[in-house]
């Protein structure tokens, strides 16, 4: 099968076009044939391997996985002999532990679910780590209908979902992004925008909520702009090359049980069942997928520059 591959850490001009082994599916996973697969920051740590802390996962001095990608859409091809919710044929969408830049990927059936009846593969695809992290950061602050909820990175992949989302939820909805964005941000459903570059939005108004997708205040400066029982949840984002995003949720750690507020960092788990709950929210129209540009597979390395040059508006996808 055809595969974006890589032998060593770097830069997109590492990627190239190969024949590999096509994965054989275990016996709880399902084997899907990828339509389309998005670029995320995560897949950029990994092929980067920085932050440096990301090697003691994914190999100290080459990367143990030559294929990256874990946001898949596509068909069903072939299922294990434990499988039991999927046949051959359906059409799903699933996060698999890398390997999704590639025409077949075996993801588990667990992480797996069926994708929504209503968007193509292409917008199937921009959903599942951005939208499975939105949905659990959400639970994760206790979101209430009539609070009000900051999203700071609210053009982003996670944070439009975080937008639309906590929307649906009742909540009143602030997006930070700069002047050329705003529009995008207004459009997904914020119902008050704040330009980062002409406005500190921790210096006015106090929120409910602040979603920290950015990482660019202090700890200090965001707690500021919580009510005194507010809750602050932190997603990976700035740090150092070595450490990354580790010493700021540490630090929001150690204070967290001091104060008033909840300082809640956001490790978000594989879920199939967050995937079913995304796909009836897409499906009731309370959610909109949004693809900022496509790229066939033989141009990775154009999304991945693409998904680097900090333009984006929700995700960028790659069709197989």
Request: net charge neutral.
């Amino acid at each position: 099968m055809r595969a974006v591959v890589r032998s060593e850490y770097g830069g997109p001009e590492l990627l190239s076009l190969a024949e590999v082994a096509a994965p054989v599916p275990a016996a709880d996973e399902v084997l899907i044939r990828v339509q389309a697969v998005a670029v995320s920051v995560g897949d950029v740590f990994l092929l980067r391997g920085e932050p440096r802390i990301v090697r003691t996962v994914s190999g100290l001095r080459r990367p143990k996985q030559q294929v990256l990608g874990r946001d898949v859409a596509g068909v069903v091809e072939a299922v294990g002999e434990k499988v039991t919710r999927f046949r051959v044929g359906d059409p799903v969408y699933g996060e698999s532990d890398q390997g999704g830049w590639a025409e077949l990927v075996a993801v588990p059936e667990r992480f797996v679910a069926l994708r929504p009846g209503n968007v193509d593969a292409v917008h199937a695809a921009a959903v599942p780590v951005s939208g499975s992290t939105a949905l659990q950061g959400l639970r994760l602050a206790g979101v209430k209908p009539g609070q009000h909820v900051l999203v700071n990175g609210a053009s982003g992949g996670v944070g439009g979902f975080v937008v639309q989302l906590a929307k649906s939820m009742g909540a009143e909805v602030t997006g930070v992004c700069s002047a050329a964005k705003a529009e995008h941000v207004r459009a997904i459903g914020a119902d008050h925008v704040i330009d980062y570059a002409a406005e500190d939005f921790t210096a006015a108004h106090r929120y409910d909520v602040i979603f920290d997708l950015v990482a660019n205040h202090p700890l200090s400066s965001l707690r500021r702009a919580l009510t005194p029982r507010g809750t602050l949840v932190l997603s990976a984002g700035g740090g150092g090359r070595v450490l990354g995003p580790l010493g700021r949720i540490a630090a929001a750690s150690v204070v967290s049980p001091f104060v008033s507020q909840r300082l809640r960092p956001l490790a978000a788990t594989r879920n199939g069942d967050d995937l079913a709950e995304l796909a009836r929210h897409i499906e009731s129209g309370a959610v909109q997928p949004v693809v900022d540009e496509v790229f066939p597979l033989g141009r990775t390395a154009d999304a991945v520059e693409r998904l680097e040059s900090g333009a984006v508006r929700g995700k960028v996808v790659v069709e197989v």
